[in-house]
Nanobody, 125 residues
Framework: QVQLVESGGGLVQAGGSLRLSCTAS????????MAWFRQAPGKERDFVAA????????RYAGSVKGRFTIARDNAKNTNTLQMNSLKPEDTAVYYC??????????????????WGQGTQVTVSS
């Protein structure tokens, strides 16, 4: 079973940057698409970014495209989400997810079956 642990969240001013990391353990990590989702208080969990097993194919939500970058290092069993030009509306709990049942990069929460515990990102105005 793959286990995921996020880190790197925190408080940052608008316009600043944060780098989130997701470390996987358990089954082989390099075979799976990985993604980041986020959930603000009172809202649904939304797709942010995803990367395929090789790191060569990525997808982004429109609201973060051009500001966030997802990448992975299979040798280190990690993936990262570099977040630049942060806005107050980026404030949320960010979750790392793995899709162990398909090689396709998805954007829906139900497509991912392994989740981390989440890390809080707060952007002040």
């Amino acid at each position: 079973q793959v286990q995921l642990v996020e880190s790197g969240g925190g408080l940052v001013q608008a316009g600043g940057s944060l780098r989130l990391s997701c470390t996987a353990s358990g089954r082989t990590f390099s075979n799976y698409p990985m993604a980041w989702f986020r959930q603000a208080p009172g809202k649904e969990r939304d797709f942010v970014a995803a990367v395929n097993w090789s790191g060569l194919a990525t997808r982004y939500a429109g609201s973060v495209k051009g500001r966030f970058t997802i990448a992975r290092d299979n040798a280190k069993n990690t993936n990262t989400l570099q977040m630049n030009s942060l806005k107050p509306e980026d404030t949320a709990v960010y979750y790392c997810a793995a899709r162990t049942q398909s090689p396709l990069v998805g954007t829906r929460t139900y497509e991912y079956n392994v989740w981390g515990q989440g890390t809080q990102v707060t952007v002040s105005s």
